[in-house]
């Protein structure tokens, strides 16, 4: 199995994915997720994970191969000490060496894009035909992300994430209380108290923000349009928006899967 690592600013998830030539390849056979801190050693990851194994039914033996994306290259080192010294497999890193990226990056300054962004835009084209494709991400930050016909990345928009946008909102205001991201109880936005404005203002505005940029983006564009939701909040705002054709959590996982499948046959 591949053992497919998606390190992320706020958040790094393992996945392993079934690397086998059935009925099941492809398939993601568990997912664990721990908070992003480049101090952490590849030891305490290895103790954590191999706990997590055991809890699966599984050894350490059944990972086959590794492969990296990351957006905080100093979580990198670490990671990959785990891969070979756990492990016994020299990594994958996305983007890089038999890994470069299979598409085109049609953009002003292509080695500034997130491995994120490009692993999204990877797997949203082997499994979705669109003329265009955009994908919202629900992470630290909230990013539009283009994909034409060809599979070439575009472009996109990066917006504060809503996790984000709520703590610099609760920081920068003494009185205004620490509130969870949810839902409110009503479609009205006027709020009767101060944690009905607040969530009224973070989750309203969050979705007249998405609807609002995606008017603008499809204003620019020629053709159909298929809009791809994932990150951990896309399934909260897919049940209050009709924007989203699909919502796919795992997407950049699959990415990963497919940009080692492609270095294996190289």
């Known amino acids: 199995m591949l053992l497919a690592i998606d390190a992320g600013n706020t958040n790094i998830v393992f996945a392993l994915v079934d690397t086998g030539a059935g009925e099941g390849a492809g398939t993601i056979r568990a997912r664990w997720r721990i908070a992003t801190d480049p101090r952490r050693t590849a030891d305490q990851y290895a103790v954590w994970l191999h706990q997590l194994l055991e809890l699966e039914g599984l050894e350490r033996g ?6 990296i994306g ?32 299979p598409i085109a990056l049609d953009v002003d300054e292509p080695g ?24 919202i991400d629900f992470g630290t930050a909230t990013t539009f992300d283009l994909v034409d016909r060809k599979g070439a990345y575009r472009g996109g928009i990066i917006a504060p994430g809503i996790n984000l946008s709520l703590d610099a909102l609760v920081q ?3 009185k205004l209380p620490r ?83 492609g270095a294996d046959a190289r």
């Open 112 to 135: 500034s894009v997130g491995a994120d962004r490009v692993l999204n835009a990877i797997a949203a084209r082997d499994r979705f035909d669109a003329d265009n494709l955009v994908v």
């Open 70 to 101: 990351t957006v905080v290259p100093r979580a990198l080192h670490n990671l990959e000490v785990l891969s070979v010294k756990y492990f016994h497999c020299t990594p994958l890193i996305a983007g890089q060496g038999v890994a470069a990226w």
């Open 172 to 174: 920068a205001a003494a």
């Open 179 to 261: 509130i969870a991201i949810e839902a409110p109880s009503d479609r009205s936005v006027i709020g009767r108290n101060t944690e009905a404005q607040m969530r009224i203002g973070v989750f309203w505005g969050y979705v007249a923000m998405i609807e609002g940029l995606l008017e603008r983006i499809k204003a620019e564009l020629d053709g159909p349009v298929s809009v791809i939701g994932t990150g951990g909040l896309a399934l909260l705002f897919d049940k209050h928006t009709n924007v989203f054709d699909v919502v796919e959590p795992d997407l950049t996982i699959h990415g990963l899967a497919l940009l080692a499948k």
């Open 62 to 67: 059944a990972v086959t191969s590794v492969i």
